[in-house]
């Protein structure tokens, strides 16, 4: 990996979505938004909706642009909520942190989310054709890899999101490939598990990683997009904007390097998976993978993009927090949308540094 920087810059525009009053969806937050275009063209963000008791459902929200800039949105009622079995559990429930990538290959959005089940959150599967009707696919599902040592089917996993076009795959086939973040303490799910690793793994932080789905089994089964396989460690904590862990953002961007991944990275400390967090810091930064084999980091920032310094970044359910989930093109420019303090929904320009490519 080339220890240099990422050729982008990320400037704040402004607060597009803040919890509408008397709304007992929006109780304790709008924050980390999917979007998508629709059927009509219109830009929607899919932003998480999160209600007393932090129970979440997604929402759709059409974006309003004015002068080619994202200044507020409309809201168009909830189409998630988590009214399956394993996304609730006794005392808590919620689909969360959605993130959609329309893969032109399958002609679909596709939505990976966080079910908050009895056994705490897991990344699962969902499709549509206009972002509004969704059908689930279910909970994600690893195949086992003996190299690993491991089952991560074992492990709580966040931050997943699918890259927009096919890709060659390690073992040389075509398939869909997808980010995501395991999280290797097992004392989450029962306690006096601890920290298990997988092999060749010395870093117990969370991190990385890129699983593959067979392109082929998906277009003969939709079924088939949860079945994940050939898992690879991309990229873990290693600047002091990341000091506690990273995880992944919006979907991946093609640009002339290769793909570009805004990620978040932490600092603070970390409390239980099941906790809204207290002290904590989340900030933005930025990677390049390589296009011919996205398990592989050619750049990085050693600094953050954005952080959290304006009040509504610093205050709220949970402080001091920029997290970035979309980045959609309006009008020939790039903006990226993210959760401000688990409150509020910001946007911020994406511009190349240093030349005019896009």
Known sequence: MQDSTVPYRLTRVGVVMT????????????????????????????????????????????????DGVPVSV??????LEPDRGWER????????????TFIAALGLHVMTYVAYGPLGPR?????????????????????????LDTDLNLFHNKDTVFFPEPVTAPDGTECL???????????????????????????????????????????????NLVLWEQHRFVAGPRYDFE????????PPRRIPEGWLILHHGVTGVIDSAFSQQQNVNYSAGAMILDAADPGRVLARTPEPLLKAETEEERSGIVPNVVFPTAIEEIEGRLFVFYGMADSKIGVALLERTGDDRP
């Not at 999917?34 to 929607?44: F, H, K, M, N, V």
């Not at 559990?89 to 959609?100: C, F, H, K, Q, S």
């Not at 000091?243 to 919006?250: C, D, L, M």
């Open 243 to 250: 000091e506690v862990k990273i995880g992944g953002g919006p």
């Open 89 to 100: 559990g006794i005392g808590n429930a919620g689909v969360e942190d959605p993130r959609t």
């Open 19 to 66: 919890p509408e009053p008397g709304e007992p969806n929006e109780a304790e937050g709008v924050l980390n938004p999917a979007s998508g275009r629709g059927p009509d063209g219109e830009l929607y963000l899919l932003p998480r909706l999160v209600a007393t008791g932090n129970v979440s459902r997604v929402g759709l929200a059409r974006v309003v642009v004015e």
């Open 177 to 223: 490939a997808v980010l995501h973040r395991p999280m290797w303490d097992l004392g989450e799910t029962k306690p006096g598990q601890g920290v298990q690793l997988p092999a060749g793994i010395d870093d117990p932080r969370q991190s990385i990683w890129i699983s593959y789905v067979p392109l082929e089994a998906v277009r003969a089964d939709i079924g």
């Open 74 to 79: 409309e809201r168009e009622g909830v189409v």
């Open 123 to 147: 990344t699962a599967v969902a499709v549509s054709t206009d972002l509004r009707e969704w059908i689930r696919l279910g909970p994600a599902l690893f195949r086992y890899e003996d190299a």
